[in-house]
């Protein structure tokens, strides 16, 4: 089945681009215009710079829009998945979106992101300000050196972001049907978490996420942390535990092995045959048979 994430996530980041775009030329021919008119660096600063709230404004107006539509979905699914995780014994879940769902989505999961914008938007404005202070360069120099760190920098960096607030969304929806309904929870690894992947927890437990190999540096460890659900951030979890990461949750009726105290030694004995109570096989109960 096609991740409905992935798609919904992308016309999301093509929306934003479309915003990013017409911020690089605003900063372009603001930068052109402070410089024309020789005033001070600070003067530049505050036209150039100012400009960082107003986008985050319009970011937080793309993504009201786009993260309330993933999280409705993450919980239509779920109402979906749930209802028919057993065909057997279907599950009585209410098939209603609430109004409540809808303020969810619409606020919480908007306020998570624009958190995540806010960095972004940092990191745009501290980028402009340390190129500006080289602006003895030239004007032709000084803004295609501001394209660049936009182009190389603070757009991936809100793609990032936007691909991360989208799974958090996601996951964060569907996770409000599966505590209410079903006794376990299951971690399906995407692209990333590989030892996460079919691993069972209660469903109001979190997962423990293990240390993980550092992709960009192999001798060095990313610490493990405490997930409800992939993207979660209530432990705070390393960054790097975000990022590329397309792990689901999905609904479990029947929970771990229950061995959690178990040591190596008991679990060696409990699958060793007892001496005294030899293992019937299909013959002896035959036979067994026959003699009665």
Known sequence: MTDPVISMSNAFIKDVLVELRAERSNIRSRIRYA????????????????????????????????????YLESVARSITDIATIDHY?????????????????????????????????????????????????????????????????????????????????????????????????????????????????PVNEPFKVPDQIDPENLTKKIPGCLMLYPGDISDNPDRRHLERCFCRIVPCLKGPVETAN???????????PNEEEPVETKKSRRKRGDEE
Not at 35 to 55: F, R, Y
Not at 262 to 272: I, P, Y
């Open 89 to 201: 014994h279907p599950v009585s879940i209410p098939a209603n979106i609430t109004k409540a769902d809808r303020e969810e989505g619409a606020v919480s999961e908007t306020n998570y992101l624009m958190s995540l914008l806010a960095t972004t938007v940092k990191i745009r404005n501290d980028a402009i300000k340390r190129i500006i202070l080289s602006r003895s360069k030239g004007i032709t120099k000084l803004i295609d050196d501001v394209e660049a760190d936009i182009n190389r920098r603070w757009i991936p960096r809100i793609e990032e972001d936007i691909r991360i607030g989208c799974n958090h969304a996601w996951n964060a929806g569907y996770y409000t049907r599966l505590i209410e309904h079903v006794p376990f929870k299951k971690w399906v690894s995407g692209s990333d978490h590989d030892d996460m992947n079919a691993v069972v927890v």
């Open 35 to 70: 410089c024309d008119a020789a005033n001070s660096e600070e003067d530049i600063e505050v036209q150039i710079l100012g400009t960082g709230e107003i986008t985050l404004s319009r970011l937080r107006s793309i993504a009201s829009r786009h993260i309330e539509a993933i």
């Open 262 to 272: 178990v040591t190596d030694e008991d679990l060696t004995t409990a699958n060793e």
